[in-house]
T-cell receptor, first 116, second 112 residues
Framework: GAVVSQHPSRVICKSGTSVKIECRSLDFQATTMFWYRQFPKQSLMLMATSNEGSKATYEQGVEKDKFLINHASLTLSTLTVTSAHPEDSSFYIC????????????FGSGTQLSVL | SQQGEEDPQALSIQEGENATMNCSYKTSINNLQWYRQNSGRGLVHLILIRSNEREKHSGRLRVTLDTSKKSSSLLITASRAADTASYFCATGGLGGYQKVTFGTGTKLQVIP
């Protein structure tokens, strides 16, 4: 099956710093990637849809200046958490879809962000 | 906003028993999918059922979809300890837009 690689798997940073998370589709081209946030024991909340070559589409309530998304190529999307604060600590997961209509998503392994 | 709600929220069974999880959703869908998540990991796609299908099988998994009731169920037969994980339903919207919304999840524990 298709593989999505997400790095880093875990990051600890100081409050006020920025953190970049990468999401790569290794063996397929992903015109669309999705970024989710997951709090402990909760479901995945869609943050934004990342489209190659265009601006990301953010869900309501997600600050686009806080969570910068860049989808520079068909195999790479990045999420940068700018000026991170402790409340940004969470598990972030990316996914990429194959095909239109019936969408099957392939997920990265997630990034656990801890902001001190 | 989340589309689906799963029930039960948590389920604990003995190895060898069957596990049934239910998902209800609110709006019309193109398809419904079930995913599995091991603790602290990404999600793995299990099975997809289209809105014009009523039942689908994959190995020990059986999924049903009732669009009139806006509900789906996932049955895992002859459960194994390795099936211990959280299971999420996810709904795909109409119009071909690649947006998938996840339910609240069921945490399954299979006791050896």
């Amino acid at each position: 099956g298709a593989v999505v690689s997400q790095h880093p798997s875990r990051v600890i940073c100081k409050s006020g710093t920025s953190v970049k998370i990468e999401c790569r589709s290794l063996d397929f081209q992903a015109t669309t990637m999705f970024w989710y946030r997951q709090f402990p024991k909760q479901s995945l909340m869609l943050m934004a849809t990342s489209n190659e070559g265009s601006k990301a589409t953010y869900e309501q309530g997600v600050e686009k200046d806080k969570f910068l998304i860049n989808h520079a190529s068909l195999t790479l999307s990045t999420l940068t958490v700018t000026s991170a604060h402790p409340e940004d600590s969470s598990f972030y997961i990316c996914s990429a879809g194959i095909g239109t209509g019936a969408i099957k998503l392939f997920f990265g392994s997630g990034t656990q962000l801890s902001v001190l | 906003s989340q589309q689906g709600e799963e029930d039960p929220q948590a389920l604990s069974i003995q190895e060898g028993e069957n596990a049934t999880m239910n998902c209800s959703y609110k709006t019309s869908i193109n398809n419904l999918q079930w995913y599995r998540q091991n603790s602290g990991r990404g999600l793995v796609h299990l099975i997809l059922i289209r809105s014009n299908e009523r039942e689908k099988h994959s190995g020990r998994l059986r999924v049903t979809l009732d669009t009139s009731k806006k509900s789906s169920s996932l049955l895992i037969t002859a459960s194994r300890a390795a099936d211990t994980a959280s299971y999420f339903c996810a709904t795909g919207g109409l119009g071909g837009y690649q947006k998938v919304t996840f339910g609240t999840g069921t945490k399954l524990q299979v006791i050896p």
